[in-house]
């Protein structure tokens, strides 16, 4: 257990929808990643946030947004939901932004648009 | 710009064998190197870094990488291998010139041992 918990586990809704995806990281982490992995296109970063500011931006499109709150958790929101949408989306965490730190991942949600 | 590569989308290894999965990287600073394995249905895992020091890094699991700097490759090792090491595995790197701390991914190894 990585100690990043991620809710929900299994999501499944149809095109034009929109949904919220959430991430805890471990205790003590500032930095927030998340990713996007489908079975075409690999892992593919999307956005990190360290201490509530947005940090680095990744292939992240305009119809998803994130925020980091001020008890560290965040969320992931997808808009106007398209099939190809359908993937495993990972939170990650670290203690800080910097080089050497290590990700800790959480165990994903499953998104699946219909 | 920076990137990483796995040029073997999959590896098959002989139980008992040793195993070595490949990573090469171009950045225009130094290199962070890290590798991360992922379980069927499970979050990535982190397996091992490279920082600064020995070239020869151990890791989780019995795992261990070589960074060699001259041929700009950071491969997985493994003396024996065994039926659980089964999975994806992925490299990545972090530029020290890169201000945005971004890591940088490969495309993933399915590693497949056989019994």
């Known amino acids: 257990d990585s100690g990043v918990t991620q809710t929900p586990k299994h999501l499944i809704t149809a095109t034009g929808q929109r949904v919220t995806l959430r991430c805890s990281p471990r205790?003590?982490?500032?930095?927030v990643y998340w990713y996007q992995q489908s079975l075409d296109q690999g892992l593919q970063f999307l956005i990190q946030?360290?201490?509530?500011?947005?940090?680095a931006k990744g292939n992240i499109l305009e119809r998803f947004s994130a925020q980091q709150f001020p008890d560290l958790h965040s969320e992931l929101n997808l808009s106007s939901l398209e099939l190809g949408d359908s993937a495993l989306y990972f939170c990650?965490?670290?203690?800080?932004?910097?080089?050497?730190?290590?990700?800790?991942f959480g165990p994903g949600t499953r998104l699946t648009v219909l | 710009a920076q990137s990483v590569a796995q040029p073997e989308d999959q590896v098959n290894v002989a139980e008992g064998n040793p195993l070595t999965v490949k990573c090469t990287y171009s950045?225009?600073?130094?290199?962070?190197l890290f590798w991360y394995v992922q379980y069927p249905n499970r979050g990535l895992q982190f397996l091992l870094k490279?920082?600064?020091?020995d070239n020869l890094v151990k890791g989780s699991y019995g795992f261990e990488a070589e960074f060699n700097k001259s041929q700009t490759s950071f491969h997985l090792k493994k003396p024996s291998a065994l039926v659980s090491d089964s999975a994806l595995y992925f490299c990545?790197?972090?530029?020290?010139?890169?201000?945005?701390?971004?890591?940088?991914w490969g495309a993933g190894t399915k590693l497949i041992i056989k019994p």
């Open positions: 990650a965490s670290s203690e800080a932004g910097l080089f050497y730190n290590e990700q800790f």
């Open positions: 205790s003590g982490d500032l930095s």
């Open positions: 946030y360290y201490n509530g500011e947005e940090r």
């Open positions: 950045v225009s600073g130094n290199p962070y």
């Open positions: 490279y920082i600064t020091g």
């Open positions: 990545a790197v972090r530029d020290t010139r890169d201000s945005n701390y971004q890591l940088i």
